[in-house]
């Protein structure tokens, strides 16, 4: 059974930078599709990135474009969204979340297993 972890929210400032780390146990990402998601208080939970199984593909808000950046370490079998020139508009739980030979496709009714999420604040 597949189980994730995320760590590495925070407080930080405007503009500052965040990496958010999802560590994987019980079997390795390797064949995992990894999400990043984020839901903040009154909205609904919507996709930030997204990194197919194969590792080929990559999918991005229109929001984060150019600022994060997700990728996987096979070697520690952990996934992470770095988070760049950060807005207050970003604060939110951040989850991360997989899915069994799943595409970058970035909609949460897609993956079946979820962390238990982190807080970002962006705040001066």
């Known amino acids: 059974q597949l189980q994730l972890v995320e760590s590495g929210g925070g407080l930080v400032q405007p503009g500052g930078s965040l990496r958010l780390s999802c560590v994987a146990s019980g079997v390795t990402l390797d064949s995992y599709a990894i999400g990043w998601f984020r839901q903040a208080p009154g909205e609904e939970r919507e996709g930030v990135s997204c990194l197919s199984s194969s590792g080929h593909s990559t999918n991005y808000a229109d929001s984060v474009k150019g600022r994060f950046t997700i990728s996987r370490d096979s070697a520690q079998n952990t996934a992470y969204l770095q988070m760049d020139s950060l807005k207050p508009e970003d604060t939110a739980v951040y989850y991360c979340?997989?899915?069994?030979?799943?595409?970058?496709?970035?909609?949460?009714?897609?993956?079946?297993?979820w962390g238990q999420g982190t807080q970002v604040t962006v705040s001066s």
């Open positions: 979340a997989a899915v069994r030979f799943g595409t970058s496709w970035c909609k949460a009714s897609g993956f079946n297993y």
